[in-house]
């Protein structure tokens, strides 16, 4: 099977989102992750290993756009190096990236690697896209299940958020990748900020639960850089459409 778009992290949550859209629109996909899996109805399935660097010359075959979603807590910057290589070698036409907003900004490891796998598409030399989000309100959900497992909920203060929805950030992605490549484009955010306050206690009412709160402060340069909220994009930021509260009344009975 041919394939002109190549999906990594094609079996995650956005991933999951994106690849039927891309059929819909009349595109053959492959999607390349490091189990593989059985292809079907104009999705192949290929495996190979981005930070091992093992298999991406082999998916790469036959491809003309690389959408790269596949990310982890660490070594994205390393990942997307060694995608980038084989996509050169490939003559791929368009490269597009998914990234976070803050990348360039916020003192912290994983930032620091996005902003390297971002700069890694940039000198590839091939045409690129580049979107920077926010965090998923599917990523929101799990970290405040996590948090609110005991008696006490913390309350880091000046941590603010616009988690934006994955269908939403799904949706941009398919249009930038069936497009013209365009470089950096606007940030992707949710339609509101929530201080990490808001954010429980929306949760907590939602899971029909109570919670103590504790105000706690984040120290040094990571603590600065949240309550400046460099982690944010409130201008010139594509916003969508459903909020925190939309994802919660789908996602969390009572």
């Known amino acids: 099977m041919s394939a002109s778009i190549l999906v990594t992290g094609g079996t995650g949550t956005l991933g999951s989102l994106i690849v039927p859209q891309l059929r819909e629109a009349g595109r053959e996909v492959r999607v390349l992750s490091r189990r593989g899996g059985t292809s079907a109805d104009g999705v192949e399935q290929v495996r190979a290993d981005l930070l091992k660097n093992e298999g991406i010359d082999d998916a790469m075959k036959g491809v003309d ?87 006490v909920v913390p309350n880091p203060g000046g941590l603010r958020f616009q988690p934006v929805d994955g269908r939403d950030v799904a949706k941009r992605m398919v249009e930038l990748t069936l497009g013209a490549p365009s470089g950096l484009v606007a940030d992707l955010t949710g339609p509101k900020v929530y201080t990490m306050g808001e954010l429980a206690r929306g949760y907590l009412a939602a899971a029909g639960k109570r919670r103590l709160h504790l105000p706690v402060r984040i120290p040094g340069k990571i603590g600065r850089a949240y309550r400046a909220g460099v982690n944010l994009s409130l201008d010139k930021a594509t916003v969508g459409t459903r909020t925190w509260e939309d994802f919660l009344a789908e996602h969390v009975g009572r």
Request: net charge positive.
């Open 65 to 151: 756009t690389v959408l790269h979603l596949a990310g982890g807590a660490k070594g994205d910057d390393e990942a997307t190096r060694n995608l980038v290589r084989a996509a050169k070698d490939a003559d791929v036409r368009h490269l597009v990236y998914i990234s976070v907003i803050g990348a360039n900004t916020m003192p912290i490891g994983y930032f620091r690697a996005k902003l390297g796998a971002e700069q890694a598409v940039t000198g590839s030399g091939l045409p690129w896209t580049t979107l920077r989000a926010a965090q998923f309100n599917e990523l929101v959900l799990k970290m405040m299940g996590s948090m609110t497992k005991f008696p």
